[in-house]
Every structure is written in structure tokens, then in C-alpha cells.
């Protein structure tokens, strides 16, 4: 089944600094990859998602880029301020069933952000 | 419009019981999951339900079992728990292969 590792464990920023967050997954298959963030005690939030058809996506001062042959994909946050303190969790979907709500996701990493 | 939610928002259960949690999909979706997340770990995935029935599940044990119900809400039952199973319970929803929406969560103690 589809395994995904997740780099850096933890990661501390200045505010206004970039953040990068690494994932790599082992299955081909895999079609579609969403990243969460998670606040304490509370839900995991999709904030930005690709499909296997597209190399980056952006939205605002977040990115997602998406290497198929290296079979990795990273976060970008730009800009970076206080309130983008919280975890981050990537995923992949867990073939045959595509996009369809069996996602496998990474460890996490924790974001601090420092005014 | 509302989006999925679920009940209890907290239990705390002795060991050797049984638990059911619940959960209300996203208006429109057909398709229900549901994951188990220990403290400082990603979410796992127990299972998925689609027109009433399991159609994938993964590395949980046969003390997990869930339902579907016509109106696509779902429960999850965990039997003979143990210290181990205490989690946030997270139940998404989605569309086909669209957005997965998670819900708040249950958060299970086992003592």
C-alpha cells in the first residue's frame, strides 16, 4: 500500500520568512494530494489540494508543487505570519480508489512562526 | 449549509466497553470515512462506506466495525476497547472523488 514520509518534523520561521514542507509517497497510483492544517484540538483544514495532472497550484501566499517522476511534493508558504503557527499534514490517496476518501498521510510537521 | 458533523464531541469509556460514535456527511455527499488520530500522529484510515456498504478498509482490527444508513450518516462501533484506542475519531465526507471534508471530531478517552 501507498506509504508517504513527511520533512521537516518540526519547522521555525520568522514572520515573513518562507516555509517549505517536503512529502514523498511510494505508489505510483496515487492520484491526488492534499494538504491539512491543524490547530490544537481542532480539525484537520484542506488548505490547498493537487491532482496528478498538474505540476503546481497556487492560492495566495500558499503553493504546492507536485514531481510524478520523483514521486515527491512539497508546501511553499510565503510571507509567513503568527497565525500560520499550527501542523501540517500532507497526504496521498491510497489507490484504486483515487480521490475518493482514503487518504494515507505523513507524520506531520509543526510550524512555529515567530513575531 | 451544513458540514459534517458528528456526536459526542468528548466520552471517556472504560476499558472492555463499547463505544458508538456518529456522523452526518456534508449536504450531498455520498461517501463517508472514518480515521483515528492519536495525540501527535497523522490521521489513520479505518474504513470508508458507499451506498451502505464497507468498500475499503484498513489496518484496524475486527472490534472497529461501522454502518451507512440510507441518508448516507454513518456510525462507527468499537468493541472491547483498550487504553490504545484513545483518539480524535475524525469522520470526512465527499463527492465523487471531490473535496474530502473533515468533520470536529470525537475525542475518545479510554481508562
Known amino acids: 500500500g501507498e506509504n508517504v514520509e513527511q520533512h521537516p518534523s518540526t519547522l521555525s520561521v520568522q514572520e515573513g520568512d518562507s516555509a517549505v514542507i517536503k512529502c514523498t509517497y511510494s505508489?505510483?497510483?496515487?492520484?491526488?494530494f492534499p494538504w491539512y492544517k491543524q490547530e490544537l484540538g481542532k480539525r484537520p483544514q484542506l488548505i490547498i489540494d493537487?491532482?496528478?495532472?498538474?505540476g503546481e497550484k497556487k492560492d495566495q501566499r500558499i503553493a504546492v508543487t507536485l514531481n510524478k517522476t520523483a514521486k515527491h511534493f512539497s508546501l511553499h508558504i510565503t510571507e509567513t505570519q503568527p497565525e500560520d503557527s499550527a501542523v501540517y499534514f500532507c497526504?496521498?490517496?491510497?489507490?484504486?480508489?483515487?480521490?475518493?476518501?482514503?487518504?494515507?498521510f505523513g507524520k506531520g510537521t509543526k510550524l512555529s512562526v515567530k513575531p | 449549509d451544513a458540514g459534517v458533523t458528528q456526536s459526542p464531541t468528548h466520552l471517556i469509556k472504560t476499558r472492555g466497553q463499547q463505544v458508538t460514535l456518529r456522523c452526518s456527511p456534508k449536504?450531498?455527499?455520498?461517501?463517508v470515512s472514518w480515521y483515528q488520530q492519536a495525540l501527535g500522529q497523522g490521521p489513520q484510515f479505518i474504513f470508508q462506506?458507499?451506498?451502505?456498504?464497507?468498500?475499503q478498509r484498513g489496518n484496524f482490527p475486527d472490534r472497529f466495525s461501522g454502518h451507512q444508513f440510507p441518508n448516507y450518516s454513518s456510525e462507527l462501533n468499537v468493541n472491547a476497547l483498550l487504553l490504545g484506542d484513545s483518539a480524535l475519531y475524525l469522520c470526512?465526507?465527499?463527492?465523487?472523488?471531490?473535496?474530502?471534508?473533515f468533520g470536529e471530531g470525537s475525542w475518545l478517552t479510554v481508562v
Open positions: 470526512a465526507s465527499s463527492l465523487d472523488g471531490n473535496t474530502i471534508y
Open positions: 505508489d505510483s497510483a496515487s492520484n491526488y
Open positions: 493537487i491532482r496528478s495532472n498538474v
Open positions: 497526504a496521498a490517496s491510497d489507490p484504486p480508489w483515487g480521490s475518493q476518501g482514503n487518504l494515507i
Open positions: 449536504s450531498g455527499h455520498d461517501t
Open positions: 462506506y458507499y451506498e451502505e456498504e464497507e468498500r
